[in-house]
């Protein structure tokens, strides 16, 4: 019998390096010191205290940013209950909804400059600021402007009215098109905002306070605060606000959920995942390659949708895990602003340190690790594009959210197997599928647990396409018809 | 010689079975002149635990089942609590009832089975959305089953408020377990023989006796819950139950009474989950081929 003959690797060392291609920052307007955008203006914090926002990928400090107190916070209520009672919350749906479709181009008047300061300040590569962040947070704005006078279409036999003000807390993994997904919505249902961005990135959300302030929104009606934890505890806990929405870990969304059981505030949460994508052995290996990588170091992996536990079926798994290194190697690692890099800098000194962890925790399980042998920036925050072979269910590492560029693969035999371990977890946010064949597509897509599922394709996300999870991933829509119900009543 | 006449052992349901609480402990049920009606099942945090298990079990035969196969089935319910509707008119009347109140709670009962099995296969179409990304993809969006529903149904009504805190759970492709009123449980069994008769596989519907006050935090922290629905008023209650709901994000939803029993749709959403679906398309773009 003929023995199957492995192929040699690919050699990439051609000689031939690309060539930096840095996208210019010198047309971005940032200031030294950032304040706090309450009542359509930028007022000093009450305590007077500042942090230093900095640039993870060369660890230089970009601004100061003032931290908002619960007094700064209640003021921040105060002035969007004003705007709610006295102009917004009575406005005609049609005239909110120029508003919003103003903010929405003036973002793409402006999509460069927020692009390249939201790679400064969160690492992500510029192409995808570029491409993906920037474009969909104007987008979504002009997606959810055309809903604010539709609303009696949406829910029939009802009649919908809005809420008052909404506590908006975000993540540092998607800064502005988080931003984008909260106010959006909520301004189109006729509420208004206290929106507080993540420690580590609120620069771009302190862009889009200058331009909504230049836009014309009556003052209040959207309000942007900066700090840390206990500014949006100071939220969560304010008297005045009638719904809270927050993106971000499944620990601290479970603390506001019981932190408000004795109230009648609202609650949309959007929490972690540990998103299975399966590959079968009839998939089109290549594109589901390109859908591995996609799905796991897309953003570094900071991802709450990220496909990070792997499952190819047996009789595929070498070849794919084979094609999987290969692609890895070409995987480039550096300066987020450049044009030609793949996988930017880890979004802080603190997140690194914990996918540090979970590498050593993945090591000492005794999985497999494989890195890619790219060169390393020898300043800031970096982490390897890493694999784990021969990992199981009961791996900490395939149980719990990493938040980086670690893939878990698991082998599978048959449908019925990948589906009861694809589904045993407490996360249920997304999954992907890989397969040629339509009724498995279908088969799979229904009985995978996760709010969204992708098959033959990874981490697409639209305005018009409602995204949220099953399970311990949280709970409400954001995105698409659905995403309206979080900011209604009934 | 005056024949005796056999008096019911009011038990509880799990799994499609009538057993009695594993606690072994009652609570007397008296009627207006103080005469013994039932020692009825004071059901224990085992019981319930019992009782998820079957709940989880029934799910994915249930939820998967076809809208069109559900509606038969809650129509099914339906025709037989109409057939045995002066059954529950006498059980209505011995824990207070006027006639009237209780020809019309059991007449109001068997028409919002009716109204929900008419839903079964068509709430799917009412909140399911094609949506038009921007990208070459195919994209739309379902109601799904959310999962394990607990069910702490009303306090005031023995009938009415059981079944119009089940039907749109079930319409709607999930499994449940319900604690049924404390002060007036005779129905609740009794329609359990209802349920039991109709096709309903053993574990869709659980059916507890027994006090909220007890169990009311074990509904709320049972890991493998996934939604709570909570028909009384307690503000005490709501507080710890949605403290406990944490524990694993579950989903809770409070009502008045009322406001269930007019029956409606979006009580159907309220226990789904939507899920997206995306797939590529292979070109999209102005088609060649013209008129």
């Known amino acids: 019998m003929k023995k199957n003959k492995t192929p040699k690797p690919l050699n990439f060392s051609t000689g031939w390096d690309y060539a930096p291609a840095p996208e210019s920052t010198d047309h971005i307007k940032l200031e030294k010191q950032y304040d706090l955008f309450i009542g359509g203006k930028f007022v000093k914090p009450s305590g007077g205290k500042y942090f230093d926002t900095i640039n993870p990928a060369t660890e230089k400090k970009l601004a100061s940013i003032a931290i908002a107190e619960t007094k700064d916070v209640d003021k921040a209520v105060q002035a969007a209950r004003k705007a709610y009672d006295t102009v917004w919350g009575k406005m005609p749906g049609a005239e909110r909804s120029k508003y919003i479709f103003r903010i929405a181009r003036m973002i793409q008047e402006r999509a460069r400059e927020f692009s390249v300061i939201e790679s400064m300040d969160g690492g992500k590569p510029i192409r995808e600021s570029r491409d993906i962040d920037i474009p969909l947070a104007a987008n979504h704005f002009f997606y959810y402007a055309g809903w604010a006078d539709k609303l009696n279409y949406a829910f029939p036999n009802r009649k919908p009215s809005s809420l008052g003000v909404a506590a908006q807390i975000i993540p540092w993994n998607f800064p502005l098109l988080m931003a984008a997904w909260k106010i959006a919505p909520a301004l189109a249902t006729g509420n208004t905002v206290v929106l507080k961005p993540a420690e580590t990135t609120p620069l771009t959300a302190l862009k889009l306070a200058e331009l909504i302030r230049d836009s014309g929104l009556p003052d209040g009606v959207v309000n942007i605060i900066t700090g840390a934890g206990n500014t949006g505890a100071a939220m969560v806990g304010h008297t005045g606000v009638d719904k809270i929405a927050f993106t971000g870990s499944t620990d601290v969304g479970k603390l506001i959920q019981k932190s408000i059981a004795g109230t009648n505030k609202k609650l949309t949460l959007e929490l972690g995942g540990k998103a299975a994508n399966i590959i079968f052995e009839d998939a089109p290996l290549d594109q589901a390659v390109e859908g591995i990588i996609n799905g796991i170091f897309f953003n570094q992996g900071h991802v709450c949708c990220a496909g990070s536990r792997l499952f190819i079926q047996e009789n595929v798994a070498d070849i794919v895990i084979r094609k999987l290194k290969q692609r890895m190697e070409t995987l480039i690692i550096g300066d987020p602003l450049d044009k030609n890099t793949d996988i930017g800098a880890i979004n802080s000194k603190e997140q690194l340190q914990t996918i540090l962890k979970y590498i050593q925790i993945g090591k000492n399980e005794g999985a497999d690790i494989y890195q890619s042998s790219c060169s390393m920036p020898a300043k800031g925050f970096f982490c390897k594009p890493t694999l784990f072979l021969n990992t199981s269910q009961s791996h900490r590492i395939v149980q719990e959210e990493i938040f980086g560029p670690v893939l878990t693969i698991q082998t599978f035999r048959t449908i019925e197997e990948v589906i009861e371990k694809a589904n045993n977890i407490p996360y249920g946010l997304s999954a992907g599928v890989w397969t040629d064949k339509g009724s498995k597509i279908f088969n799979l897509t229904s009985r995978l647990r996760a709010g969204v599922v992708w098959a033959n394709t990874y981490n697409k996300f639209d305005p018009t396409s409602p995204f949220g999870g099953y399970k311990e991933s949280g709970f409400g829509r954001e995105g698409g018809l659905h995403g309206l119900m979080p900011y209604l009543k009934f | ?291």
């Open chain 2, 1 to 291: 010689m005056t024949r005796l006449d056999i008096l019911k052992t009011y038990k509880i349901y799990i799994g499609g079975q009538f057993p009695r609480t594993e606690s072994g402990r009652y609570y007397p049920l008296t009627g207006r002149n103080k005469e013994l009606l039932a020692n009825v099942c004071l059901s224990s945090r085992k019981d319930f635990r019992n009782a998820i298990v079957a709940a989880r079990t029934a799910f994915a035969g249930w939820s998967s089942r076809s809208g069109f196969n559900r509606g038969q089935i809650l129509y099914r319910i339906a025709e037989m609590l109409e057939g045995r509707k002066e059954q529950f008119i006498a059980e209505l009347m011995i824990q207070g009832s006027t006639p009237k109140a209780a020809s019309e709670e059991v007449s109001c009962s068997v028409d919002l089975l009716v109204y929900y099995a008419g839903w079964c296969d068509k709430y799917q179409a009412l909140f399911s959305s094609v949506n038009p990304v921007a990208s070459s993809h195919f994209n739309f969006s379902v109601p799904e089953a959310m999962g394990v529903v607990s069910i702490i149904s009303s306090e005031e009504s023995s009938l009415l408020g059981l079944v119009s805190s089940i039907a749109p759970v079930i319409t709607g492709g999930n499994t449940c377990v319900v604690l049924a009123s404390e002060s007036k449980p005779l129905c609740s069994v009794t329609f359990a023989e209802v349920l039991n008769s109709s096709d309903v596989p053993g574990g869709v519907v659980n059916i507890l006796t027994g006090k909220s006050s007890e169990l009311h935090q074990h509904f709320a922290s049972h890991m493998d819950v996934n939604a709570l629905n909570y028909h009384r008023e307690d503000k005490k209650e709501i507080t710890n139950i949605r403290e406990q709901a944490c524990l694993n994000v579950k989903r809770v939803f409070t009502h008045s009474a009322s406001d269930v029993t007019s029956g409606s749709p979006y009580l159907i959403l309220e226990n789904q989950e939507i899920k997206t679906t995306w797939h590529p398309v292979e070109q999209i773009g102005p088609g060649k081929a013209g008129y």
